[in-house]
């Protein structure tokens, strides 16, 4: 019989194979925060699920198969709903009976947890990001969300892709809108550090059906306001960062003071290769007067002083246009690369395309087939 600390070594290992991993670390504080996450049993109902959701009916015969723990159908749905509005697994199925599936902590398990942090987890998740996650969260070429620029940046001599244009994807989706707080600012604000950009945590946009409306962690809003929150992130100076695809199913509006993405970027040599962006800033410095401004909008610290002048440093530029926005003298411009990126055509491709870089193209094939037929990988 396997003791508890096996069962959240198995669920670690496991969560580990998808397409953001969980790694072990030396100090054992990714067991720490699933103990914080899951019972013991809530665990062993999770290594009965999948990235593909399934029904009650198979994950109770896996439960009964796996552990040899028999709970009727009500009791099992009731508990899986449970760990649901918990926040530690994922469910779909709103036209039908639900299904449920594994929820990855980043994106994913964190996240699910806006509204409900307390300390003990935040620590939790910043010792484990210093450790081991964020290296795993920036170990894929293909990140999990990616830089689109502030249209007010872009010069009128380029055509803008509409996946880079997120006025356009807003004003042009029939998908249901919704703004949830930022789990990162209201962490920092736990850790007595609140955001220096915006008093205003409710930025987290989220596009289509989405679990946390199902879990009251969101509200709907119109195209309209969705458009003003836009431009508040442009005031105030913040990153736009739409999930990777051409059909994103978020846009995260993230600042260089509380984003766990950002914050773990910057502190490498070179973070700009860790992120997704179709433009990089260049400073004009025959107009260049070295106001400054630039500096204090940029969340990435890439505008470095020289003389009486500034330039972008681009192994730290990450193109979101945020220096050049309030730049009165146009001194900066947003240059388009030569190289475009296209982004995934939707969120399922992304994550298929994740774990085939991670696993290599003969055993995504059969990883492919496991998720298909519902089996753990």
């Not at 998908?175 to 915006?198: D, L, Y």
């Amino acid at each position: 019989m396997l003791t508890d600390n096996q069962i959240y070594r198995q669920l670690q290992i496991q969560l580990d194979k998808y397409p953001i991993g969980y790694p072990a670390t030396q100090s054992g504080v990714e067991i720490d925060i699933l103990k914080y996450f899951f019972t013991p049993l809530q665990a062993k109902i999770a290594l009965c699920l999948t990235l593909r959701s399934i029904p009650v009916a198979k994950i109770r015969k896996r439960l009964k198969e796996k552990f040899n723990i028999e709970l009727s159908h009500d009791d099992l749905s009731a508990m899986l709903d449970e760990m649901f509005m918990k926040g530690v697994i994922s469910r779909s199925g709103s036209a039908g009976p639900p299904r449920y599936s594994v929820a990855m902590l980043a994106i994913g398990m964190f996240e699910y947890h806006v509204d409900d942090l307390t300390k003990e987890l935040v620590e939790m998740i910043h010792k484990y990001f210093d450790e081991a996650f964020g290296a795993e969260f920036f170990r894929s070429s293909l990140p999990q969300l990616r830089t689109s620029p502030h249209m007010k940046a872009i010069v009128p001599e380029y055509i803008v892709d509409t996946y880079d244009n997120m006025r356009h994807f807003i004003t042009n989706t029939k998908e249901t809108i919704h703004v949830a707080n930022c789990v990162c600012k209201q962490g920092e604000a736990i850790m007595g550090k609140p955001c220096r950009q915006t008093d205003n945590i409710e930025v987290c946009l989220l596009i289509g059906s989405t679990s946390y409306a199902a879990r009251n962690r969101a509200r709907q809003i119109s195209k309209e306001e969705c458009l003003r929150i836009l431009d508040m992130a442009e005031e105030k100076g913040m990153v736009l960062q739409p999930g990777n695809s051409r059909k994103p199913n978020c846009i995260c509006i993230c600042c260089g003071c509380c984003c766990g993405v950002l914050t773990t970027a910057k502190k490498q040599s070179q973070p700009a290769r860790f992120f997704v962006s179709n433009y990089y800033a260049r400073i004009d410095s025959d107009l260049c007067k070295g106001c400054g401004i630039c500096v204090q909008r940029c969340q990435m610290d890439a505008i470095i002083e020289e003389g009486k002048n500034f330039r972008v440093d681009l192994d730290r530029c990450i193109g979101c246009g945020l220096c050049v926005t309030k730049c009165k003298l146009e001194a900066v411009k947003l240059i388009k690369k030569a190289k475009v990126t296209v982004p995934p055509m939707n969120t399922e491709i992304l994550y298929l395309s994740i774990l085939m870089e991670r696993a290599g193209r003969k055993k995504m094939i059969v990883n492919m087939l496991r998720l298909l037929l519902g089996k753990p990988l």
